[in-house]
């Protein structure tokens, strides 16, 4: 059985060159999402598309009243709320240099995943760059995986980097 190739047309209709103009890259500041975030920046140089690093920390930053948590004052949460964004540019910095269109996003949430999807509607994204741990078995049946979720609820398409 050959392939043969012919010049004729297919009726179907054109396909139109993909536009990825925006691309969100989430970090947790791990190794894993390094990955994920390097990878979102030489598809974004490819591309010519703009980058949002996104960091989502779990800090309380206004808890309630009722809950004790040690906080003296509204200043030390700000010295947190500033650690974490220290935190933040220098994972990023070690990474690589990073381009002129990097946007970088500080997120404050105790639902990452939420978080992240609501930032790739809330900026237009075109793509959404993720890792994931691939977990499976008891683990993955307890904690589920942000990473699927984030693929189920995301406004835009979802590439996922593996671990391995």
Known sequence: MSCQHSDEVSPGPAIEALQVRRILAPSDLSELSSKSVLYALRLGAALKAEIIALHVSDVLLNPPD????????SGESESWRQETKLKFDQHLNQLAKMPANLIRVLRYSQDPWREITAVAAEMAADLLVISTHGRSGLEHFLRGSDAEKIVREAPCPVLVIRSH
């Not at 009722?66 to 004052?73: D, F, K, R």
Request: proline fraction near 0%; aromatic fraction near 12%.
């Open 66 to 73: 009722w809950i004790e948590i040690g906080v003296s004052s």
